[in-house]
């Protein structure tokens, strides 16, 4: 076996380095510094935790070094470095930030505190209700952020990694402390370009590996002491309900727990399938993968590995340890002896049928190497061991600093049920974005404490089907079980819905993990990376892009009792964009955006899709006999959305390992939007509208890794009803059209078409009339006010349409509660107003 390696490029290109006797200059880019201080000149070229590449092939960085009053003077495009070439003081190294627009703080002085830092993510959400403190991220309110690499253990390989601390090492790698101690500081200059910053840090510390398909649809996992005999009829059940999931997570209590004899220690730690529960282990994941499903096992593995475990007597021997003496082989992950009879260990569990490994460690940041964090090197090791044969590799862990990104996905720990922790998450997920950590996966549905509250775990639900990854978690109270029956039926529905959705959306979600692997583009980004000199983009926290197509701005707090709705403040940059869901449309005309509250009930979600976006999704078709098929779907549904001309670019693989995309590996389906089409108000006036097309090009690339064949349904959500052609390489076919009222979807289904052929679908499309007097009359019915108010209020909606909002708060109740005595007096609460003005301001 060989054992992986990351790749690295840890040297600094000549041509772009300064020096001094104790000091270094790295011009890595035109906005990025290396800045180093070394007492004994020895400075540091090999990759380290954090850092891997620090030349980044696209030629010298433009840059000039000058000498002026015992200055050094370095300039560039981007950037003003001044340095007395001394010891690094606040007073001896600064750089400016040129073109920081509307800061006084784009100077950053050696030792300066980040204030303005937009921040990164956090280690651990366990037992946080609500916020917590992030770390830093590499974009800021001032143009720079400093990222502090000193302390990284390095990473050798070869010839330097054969012997480590007297013991012979397997792996051809390791990590190791630096010779000595020093300053090595990252200075990120890129102003307001968030996204070229985060790129670049990528290309300095390694991309975000491709996921498997599997686990972008859902996860379930709970901390519950499961049977074999529970678990597969757990599986059964969603099978019976129709809700696709792709990952079986098993906690702790698939080993030994309670069963261990105290004069071992706890059952914590534990290797040993529990044979009570699971009388056959291979038996039991074996028929798991029958079902479509991949299983990760939780381990804990601070205690070692004791005499009581299966695998002791061979980890002990490996270790020279007596296995009659039952002396315990410690953990020690700077041994390279002790992890080799580890992950021998895994190895022999991972023959039983186990895929990947939930590295659940919680035991603090200390080994016996200075200055290596445990987790790190646990999620370093593991990651790489994945990968061994040519398998995708792949773990589940805790975030352990920056450059963690290289080992998804992240667990972002126990998660306490309230609507505290519901709001942080989508702020906690959009951030970790900017020190580029995109792969989060959270406790679904919440995992301990708190309370039940129906509303808010179909709400996280919601937020899961919108989320990096989906998994559904809670702890093993009898009351706090995830399964949506467990739930009242329009709880269940809301739920079952977002799982199914999750699913659907799979054709999307793996062309943004492509995405993100090849160009350093995170699945979820904060809104204000698209628009950085927008003041509007930074002040909506729980929203976020999903993908290049989408905006989600998730319900985060309880209903409204007098609308029967929640809301969420949304803010939509310049342009139009859709309800992704209703088909119904929103205008933001101004360059600055335009802020809405969006008013939703338990089956709604607040998403937007783009004009001219276009969203692929599979259906939940039998594949293989099974809803939760994670192959590349044989029927394919694309929502198309009007206003305006676009292009998606589909990607697929045949699942083979491409944790490092290969373009060549990759098929490529590419879909077009040619919008020349009108407002449905011109269409019904008889004038006429262009014609519009949407066509899907022939596969590209690796053709065999999709189907020959493939059904069609191509709905273009918000328009007007009109007539279709399709033609299938430019022969006209016939084709089913069918039109959804309510969404106003219009839909062409062409089935059984070649994927090597191009489908052109073409029409006289116009955006639909917007029903906003019909949605407002549905807010005003649904309202628990009194029927005199619903009518005059509606009388003015119809007369006035948005005209009548200013009149509405003349029927605003001037006094707290719902008085029932008096029937001529009117009382619109000012929630039901807002509501209202929804429909009749969206397109105004």
């Known amino acids: 076996m060989t054992f992986p390696r990351l790749a690295t490029n840890p040297g600094m290109n000549p041509a772009a380095v300064i020096q001094g006797d104790r000091w270094r200059i790295g011009v890595l880019t035109e906005s990025l510094i290396r800045l180093e201080w070394q007492e004994d000149g020895r400075f540091e070229d090999h990759a380290t935790q954090m850092v891997v590449n620090r030349d980044f092939a696209s030629g010298v960085p433009r840059f000039t070094q000058t000498m002026r009053d015992g200055l050094l003077i370095v300039d560039t495009p981007a950037l003003r470095l001044t340095y007395d070439m001394q010891p690094f003081s606040k007073e001896g190294l600064s750089i400016v930030v040129k073109g920081v627009a509307d800061s006084q703080m784009n100077t950053w002085h050696y030792g300066d505190v980040q204030r303005g830092n937009l921040r990164g993510t956090a280690r651990t959400l366990d037992e946080v209700n609500g916020e917590t403190e992030l770390g830093l991220g590499v974009i800021s309110h001032d143009g720079w952020a400093a990222v502090d690499d000193s302390a990284s253990n390095i990473i050798v390989e070869d010839d330097e990694a054969t012997e480590i601390k007297g013991e012979a090492n397997p792996f051809g ?97 534990g290797y040993t399938w529990n044979r009570s529960f699971f009388p056959d282990p291979e038996r039991f994941q074996r028929i798991l993968h029958e079902h479509g499903l991949k299983t990760t096992l939780n381990v804990h593995p601070r205690d070692g590995i004791r005499a009581f475990e299966d695998g002791y007597d061979e980890a002990a021997e490996a270790m020279g340890i007596d296995p009659r003496s039952e002396e315990p082989v410690e953990f020690d992950l700077t041994s390279p002896r002790f992890m080799n009879a580890y992950f021998q260990l895994h190895h022999d569990l991972e023959t039983m049928g186990t895929d990947f490994w939930w590295l659940d460690w919680q035991q603090g940041g200390v080994t016996r190497q200075r200055g290596l964090d445990p987790l790190w090197m646990l999620n370093h090791m593991h990651y790489l061991d994945s990968g061994r044969d040519g398998h995708w590799p792949l773990t589940f862990s805790r975030y352990a600093g920056p450059g963690s990104h290289r080992y998804p996905v992240g667990f972002s720990g126990d998660t306490v049920v309230t609507w505290e922790s519901l709001k942080f998450q989508p702020y906690f997920t959009a951030t970790a974005s900017n020190i580029g950590y995109g792969w989060w996966s959270h406790d679904i549905g919440g995992h301990m404490f708190g309370y039940r509250d129906e509303e808010l775990e179909a709400r996280w639900y919601q937020l899961g089907a919108f989320s990096p990854i989906n998994r559904l978690h809670s702890t093993d109270s009898p009351f706090n079980g995830k399964e949506p029956w467990n739930f009242h039926p329009e709880t269940e529905v809301a739920m079952d819905m977002a799982l199914r959705l999750r699913h659907m959306l799979l054709p999307y979600l793996y062309t943004m993990n492509w995405r993100a692997a090849a160009e350093g583009r995170p699945l979820v980004e904060p809104m204000y990376w698209q628009s950085p000199e927008n003041a509007n983009a930074y002040g909506v926290e729980q929203e976020f892009r999903f993908g290049t197509e989408l905006i989600v701005a998730p319900i985060v707090t309880p209903s409204d009792r007098d609308v029967q709705m929640a809301k969420a403040d949304v803010w939509l940059p310049q342009g139009t964009w859709f309800d992704f869901f209703t088909g119904r449309r929103y205008e933001s005309h101004s360059p600055n955006g335009r802020k809405f509250e969006v008013w939703r009930g338990l089956d709604g979600i607040p998403v937007f899709a783009k004009a001219g976006g276009i969203v692929p999704l599979q259906q939940l078709d039998e594949l293989n006999g099974r809803k939760n098929s994670v192959d590349n779907p044989v029927h394919l549904e694309v929502l198309v959305f009007p206003g305006a001309s676009g292009s998606f670019a589909l990607k ?136 005199l108010t619903k009518e005059r209020a509606y009388a003015l909606i119809r007369d006035n349409g948005a005209g009548a909002l200013g009149a509405l708060h003349t029927l605003e109740s001037k006094a707290s509660g719902h008085p029932r005595h008096d029937f001529d007096d009117s009382h619109m609460p000012v929630s039901v107003i807002q509501a209202v003005a929804e429909p009749l301001l969206r397109t105004a």
């Open 173 to 269: 790698t390791w990590v190791v402390p630096r010779d000595n101690d020093g300053i090595d500081l990252y200075f990120f200059g890129y102003g307001h370009r968030f996204i070229e910053a985060v790129q670049d840090f990528y290309r300095l510390t390694g991309p975000t590996p491709l996921l498997p398909r599997f686990a972008l649809g859902n996860w379930w996992s709970r901390y519950h002491r499961y049977t074999e005999a529970e678990y597969l009829e757990l599986v059964n059940h969603f099978e019976q309900e129709g809700l696709p999931f792709t990952t079986a997570v098993i906690d702790m209590d698939w080993h030994l727990v309670d069963d261990v004899d105290p004069a071992y220690g706890s059952g914590w730690t």
């Open 652 to 787: 697929e693989d045949d699942g083979t390992n491409q944790a490092r995309p290969d373009e060549s590996a990759a098929a490529t389906t590419a879909m077009s939007f040619a919008w020349h089409g009108g407002a449905a108000e011109a269409v019904h006036a008889d004038e006429a509208a262009g014609m519009s097309s949407f066509v899907v090009a022939p596969v590209s690339g690796n053709a065999s890794a999709v189907p020959e064949r493939r059904t069609w349904s191509i709905t273009f959500q918000g328009v007007a009803q009109t007539d279709l052609a399709v033609t299938v390489d430019g022969k006209p076919v016939e084709a089913q059209v069918s039109y959804d009222a309510d969404t106003f979807g219009l839909t062409v289904d062409v089935a059984n078409v070649p994927t090597a052929a191009e489908i052109m679908v073409s029409g006289a499309l116009a955006v639909a009339e917007d029903p906003a007097i019909d949605d407002a009359f549905r807010v005003l019915y649904d309202a628990q006010i009194d029927y």
